[in-house]
């Protein structure tokens, strides 16, 4: 809800609590709940009685991020850490991958936010064309 400055009324007022409150509270029902997280009931009803699936998107954004950070305490335990690393990229029109990447700047875990999707597409195409044929394997 929003409501002009003047509008809102005397802080303390009926009003302005009745304003406040509309404007704070959690939104009924939550808002962007994928199809298939809303658990229904033989009817086809919604039920949010032991509803373990997720029913909104913040929701489901938190469960996102414990599931990162359960995924890097893995990935630092078994050592994996560098598959998850982007170089810098210095020159986007260089050919070489040499030229065109610098060190190690990016972690994927941490950095997500900070890197676009076509740097990613970018980076694996290159490490795909210019890696050995061993490093393609990603089974035996």
Request: charged letters at 25%.
């Amino acid at each position: 809800m929003v409501v002009k400055k003047e509008e809102r009324g005397e802080e303390g007022s009926k009003q302005f609590t009745s304003n406040h409150t509309a404007a704070t509270e959690a939104l009924k029902p939550g808002f962007g709940a994928a199809k298939h997280f809303v658990q229904r009931s033989k009817d086809g009803e919604e039920t949010n009685a032991g509803n373990t699936n997720y029913t909104c998107i913040q929701e489901f954004c938190c469960s996102s991020l414990t599931k990162v950070d359960s995924l890097e305490h893995l990935v630092i335990s078994y050592n994996f850490k560098d598959i998850f690393m982007l170089r810098e990229l210095r020159d986007v029109n260089q050919i070489n991958p040499q030229v065109k990447w610098g060190p190690l700047k990016y972690y994927l875990l941490k950095d997500f936010v900070k890197i676009s999707l076509h740097f990613v597409l970018e980076h694996q195409a290159d490490t795909n064309m210019f890696c050995s044929k061993h490093d393609q394997q990603s089974s035996n």
